[in-house]
């Protein structure tokens, strides 16, 4: 430091500055290196503009997924779980991802691909705490699932509603209230009576949700916080595409 | 007055019963209780004329363009309709400085919550302080049994605990949840409760209309007739910030404002997630919330009584969690509770804040660092001022006991210096040599037993002391307090009669709905 300081080899001003970089000139490799950087920026624009470019140059969807998109969103995962990155910042890397699953969505449909996977979420009847569920949302948007997200104050006719449009893999369900978090158990049970609950994952959270009371409900998982949500969501739908 | 060159006569010295008059009357002499803190000690102001008039103008913008969504509460629409704001879907946009006119045209300054013993009735307001335990936790924690969901019993002990410590002013409300009772008829509980095990001011509850109906009911059996000339509940109605009240707790609050019951009407703003980040945009956006939240009370029935409420604290951004204890929100305490003195109604915020789960040094300083912002700010009603731990989540038996010690403290900074004449002392001076200790001066022996607060937790002695002693901590020491004070619990007294009708409204309500989930 000091050394740099006394020749005045540090430029003042920002070492990493934001130069204009034409996507089209950079080869693969180093655009797929531009894009894993600028999903950890947030480019959605940018990211949109080079999912595209690969495709034209032949990559098929789910390669781009896979290789420059999923593999982006680990390490901002990563980062983000180790306080490196901030929520803000995530959420403009999820809205990023977002922006490049847009277009590869309707491609991975056409050759029959696997999707990573659709959620339904919602806060449930009476609640209108949505800050958690809000977080949870943008993690699973992060991992490249298809969110849709029902708001709060949700009633079992809504959630039912909306499974059957959507056809999700996940239902989530979020409550941070004791005279809410019963709501859960209505759900599940109006679900089983309907003979569907064996359609869906359903995973639960809040905070005080535990464990136990996610089991006693009949949910298949509890997630004490959104990383957790996204990280089970993915598990969860492996081992049932595995199990089918 | 006595001449300085004269020296007064020495006061003889009286006997007191010797060793078994002076046990007695030390054992008796139990921490002074007050009703509630009157305090003379100034408040601190963060801002200038200058910075408080911004953030007003800054309000009356947010509340004419962007506007107060009132969801799902046709009603309140109308009552705005026709006191001449504009109403675009469900969000109202009010001409610049209407709801000041409607809260300073109507609103009282101040109001008395008259309690079931008069000797806790509570002023809430003007230069007051009055605080009330932790409020909403689904779990509770202690060193024993550790973390659990709450049940009745613990809401019950906590109220009792309540009613033994003389620094807890009211009784509170949802002090921690009976998970354990149906949600439909947990409220009937709680208020029972309240009544039957205490004689301090109490809340009412607000997840339902209903249930705010029935808690009216149930005080108008506890304190006999009709309320409307007597207030005896002031209950928690949190905005859906930002710049939202639900219908939940617009029903809630509509039943309270026309039985002439106050209610507190309490932007709760996690910054960074539910409002900007900064101090000043957070102040803006909460003083905007309180004022449609107070003016719309003041529409539904003129004069009653409102509180202007602000839970500001903040959101980590690196992971999300609330955080608590944190200097910026110490500021916003300051600055909202300025903006409310301006205003000229009682203000709600404060308490003792913390992330920590369990009675640690963080949860302590976290505790400290809210705490004084609130008593050097002049906050009026302080709920969560004992009891609170991890974020809200759990309330702790020791962390109550301990969070009632520091209460008992700041009523000493509350009260200011006392510039009396005994407290110049002068005379100490003047009958005391120079170099020669106090400890056997007049003033001293007339002054010793109330001079100094004495917490009833900190250990003060020798490293050897405390090693016989057990080598125990604050919270092993609170832990002991809290036994204690429940075994030697005696309930105030309740008529029988009035007894078996609020227990015959209890059964009766539940009686009528089978249990419910939500
Ligand atoms: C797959 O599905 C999944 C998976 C994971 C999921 C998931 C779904 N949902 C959540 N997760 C998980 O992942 C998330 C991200 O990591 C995490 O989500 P969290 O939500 O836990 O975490 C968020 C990132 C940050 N946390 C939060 O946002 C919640 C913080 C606390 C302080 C809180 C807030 C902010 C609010 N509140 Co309310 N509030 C409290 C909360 C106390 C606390 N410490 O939790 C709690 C929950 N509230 C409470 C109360 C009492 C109330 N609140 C109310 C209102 C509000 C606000 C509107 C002011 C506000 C919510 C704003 C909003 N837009 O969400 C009222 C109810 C309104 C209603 N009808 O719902 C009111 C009744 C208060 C009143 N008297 O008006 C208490 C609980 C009551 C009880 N016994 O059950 C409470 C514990 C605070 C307290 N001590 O009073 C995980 O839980």
New binding site residues.
Partial sequence: MADELSTGAVEDGDEFEDEEVDLTTLDDADLRTQMMDDLYDGLAEEIAEGTKILLSRGWDAEKVLGDVLVEGMRIVGIDFRDGILFVPEVLLSANSMKAGMAILRPLLAETGAEPIGT?V?G?VK????????N??AMMMEGAGFEVVDLG??TDVDEYIEALEKHKPD?L??????????PYMKVVIDTLRERGMRDDYIV???????NEEFGEAIGADGY???????ASM?TELIAERRNAA | MTRPDQTPAKPRRRRSGGRRGRQAARVSSTEQSVAYLERTLPAVDMLDEAGYAQIETNAEIILEEVGVAFQGFPSALDLWREAGAEVRGEVVHFPKGMCRRIVQANAPQSFIQHARNPAHNVKIGDNSTVFAP?????FVMDLDRGRRYATLEDFRNVVKLTYSLPHLHHSG??V??PVDVPVNKRHLDMVYSHIKYSDKGYMGS??ATERAIDSVELSRIAFGGDLQDRTVMT???????PLRW?A??LGAATVYAKANQASIL?P???AG??SPVTIAALAAQALAEALSGMAYYQLVRPGAPVVFGT?A?S?SMA????TFGTPEAGQAIYVMAGLARRLGVPFRSGGQFTASKIPDAQAAYESASTLHPTVNAGVNFVL?AAG?L????SLGYEKLIMDADQLGMMGVYAKGIDMSENGQAMDAFRTNPAGQHFLGNDHTLQNFETAFYRSKIADNNSFEQWEEDGRLDAAQRANIRWKQLLADYEAPPLDAAIDAELQDYVGKRKSEMPDALY
């Fill in positions: 959620v979420i806060t009476g609640d209108i705490h949505d800050i958690g569920k977080l949870v709060i104050n996940i989530g369900l979020s409550a941070l209230l004791t005279t809410t978090m995973l639960v959270g809040g905070a005080p949700l997630c004490r916080d959104a990383a957790i949500a969501a | 932790n409020y909403g936790s689904p409300g949802t921690c949840e607000v997840t209950s928690l109605i949190n905005a859906s910030s639900d939940t707790m309490s709760f703003i996690l997630a539910m839970f604290s959101m992971t999300g969690a609330p969560h609170w991890e974020g809200g989540l």
